[in-house]
């Protein structure tokens, strides 16, 4: 006989996940795509351009050929990985990795940096995180049962955490500490002496550092965002993440990488290989090319978000608002004007301009005050938005 049929509740490590920020508001925009809106989505952070051709052309080719349609192995081919390591020391000081003990490819780094936490902590063991922040710090440190521990990332400190304002409980629990630079949302960028900091402050409290450098090749201005890896003792206490997804407009190809102590880098394999079994050898050997070829396209790709950069922060500056250019990432992040709160300020955008903007509270507490413009759009979009965002000035329904 069958059993009568009941609701399945979901486990009490889900219940705790706060809504995901960009399903609510992807809920509401198409909600008045519905109703036959032209909306401009500023919100989301995912590139509007095409991966470059070579790459694909890449990727045709590698798919062509049956040794790349088996399992691949779940640390990575090891050209792939040898590529990463020569990109990396070309990129960065002469950083020198090794290839097989210190280098693992990811399915994307969100896929790392949300697994990293089953590597160390135990349940009840901190992870502290940046507040504002991306959400997987969080949810990757509850579903390994830890117990994620916000750092205000406060504009008067450069959107720097404070390391010494640590709750000294907290800090002798913690095992990991997430560091984001360049930052999503608040595009700002980490100096070296920062990381140095850091780098001493983990060694002191026995810490890994996970740094998520997923926009390090988004610079601005010949701005160029240094690895932490660079620092001296930091590969004995820091894995780094880095991404294809935002440097070669990849995000839908699942294709990045950690780099850094090795101890770590081996758990991560360990997790991983328990969970998936690699990344399609077709993607690692596009990936490969994209490493060794794709400095012209990336270069264009950086002049094309800078003007971007350039037509909305001096439009949005001419129209009177608060709006510094990022030196880094996709985003700006501007404080929201007085009488609002940053979903009040979302939803205006939404309703009276069919403009999405992201609020900043969705970031964490600390993000409240601020909303996130992405600058994921072509120029005339952009323009167009300004210029909603000017009627909307001279109309304001508030
Ligand atoms: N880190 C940050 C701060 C991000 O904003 C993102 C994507 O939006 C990622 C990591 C993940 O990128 P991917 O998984 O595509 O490499």
């Known amino acids: 006989?069958?059993?009568?049929?009941?609701?399945?509740?979901?486990?009490?490590?889900?219940?705790?996940?706060?809504?995901?920020?960009?399903?609510?508001?992807?809920?509401?925009?198409?909600?008045?795509?519905?109703?036959?809106?032209?909306?401009?989505?500023?919100?989301?952070?995912?590139?509007?351009?095409?991966?470059?051709?070579?790459?694909?052309?890449?990727?045709?080719?590698?798919?062509?050929?049956?040794?790349?349609?088996?399992?691949?192995?779940?640390?990575?081919?090891?050209?792939?990985?040898?590529?990463?390591?020569?990109?990396?020391?070309?990129?960065?000081?002469?950083?020198?990795?090794?290839?097989?003990?210190?280098?693992?490819?990811?399915?994307?780094?969100?896929?790392?940096?949300?697994?990293?936490?089953?590597?160390?902590?135990?349940?009840?063991?901190?992870?502290?995180?940046?507040d504002p922040g991306y959400p997987p710090y969080r949810s990757g440190t509850l579903f390994a049962g830890g117990i994620p521990v916000y750092m205000p990332l406060m504009e008067a400190n450069a959107f720097l955490p404070d390391l010494n304002a640590i709750d000294r409980e907290m800090l002798r629990r913690a095992k990991i500490i997430y560091l984001n630079y360049p930052n999503n949302p608040t595009s700002a960028i980490a100096p070296k002496a920062f990381y140095e900091e850091a780098v001493r402050f983990a060694h002191e409290h026995g810490l890994l550092i996970a740094s998520d450098a997923a926009y390090c090749e988004v610079g601005f201005d010949g701005y160029k965002a240094p690895s932490i890896l660079e620092i001296d003792g930091a590969r004995e206490v820091a894995v780094e993440f880095h991404s294809l997804s935002k440097t070669f407009n990849m995000t839908g190809w699942r294709v990045g990488f950690a780099a850094g102590n090795k101890d770590v880098i081996a758990l991560l394999a360990k997790v991983k290989s328990n969970i998936d079994s690699g990344i399609f050898q077709a993607i690692q050997l596009a990936g490969k090319k994209a490493l060794e070829e794709g400095e012209d396209a990336h270069r264009k790709l950086l002049e094309i978000y800078q003007r971007r950069r350039d037509i909305l922060i001096s439009g949005l500056q001419r129209l009177g608002w608060n709006a510094k250019p990022p030196k880094s990432t996709f985003y700006c992040w501007l404080p929201v004007p007085p009488g609002y709160t940053s979903a009040e300020l979302a939803l205006k955008f939404l309703e009276e301009m069919s403009i999405v903007v992201t609020p900043g509270n969705g970031f964490g507490p600390n993000g409240e005050g601020y909303f996130r413009i992405s600058l994921t759009n072509p120029e005339e979009r952009l323009r167009e938005a300004l210029e909603r965002i000017e009627k909307n000035h001279k109309h304001p329904h508030k």
Request: proline share 10%; hydrophobic share 40%.
């Open 1 to 130: 006989m069958l059993k009568k049929t009941t609701p399945f509740e979901p486990a009490d490590r889900l219940k705790q996940l706060p809504p995901y920020l960009f399903a609510e508001v992807d809920r509401k925009k198409r909600e008045l795509m519905a109703k036959g809106k032209d909306v401009i989505d500023l919100g989301v952070g995912d590139p509007d351009l095409p991966t470059p051709d070579f790459i694909i052309e890449a990727l045709n080719e590698a798919a062509r050929d049956k040794a790349n349609h088996r399992y691949a192995l779940d640390a990575g081919m090891p050209v792939f990985r040898d590529c990463i390591r020569r990109w990396f020391e070309k990129r960065f000081n002469g950083v020198k990795l090794d290839p097989e003990k210190e280098i693992l490819p990811l399915i994307g780094s969100k896929e790392g940096i949300a697994h990293l936490p089953l590597t160390l902590l135990n349940p009840g063991d901190v992870s502290l995180i940046p």
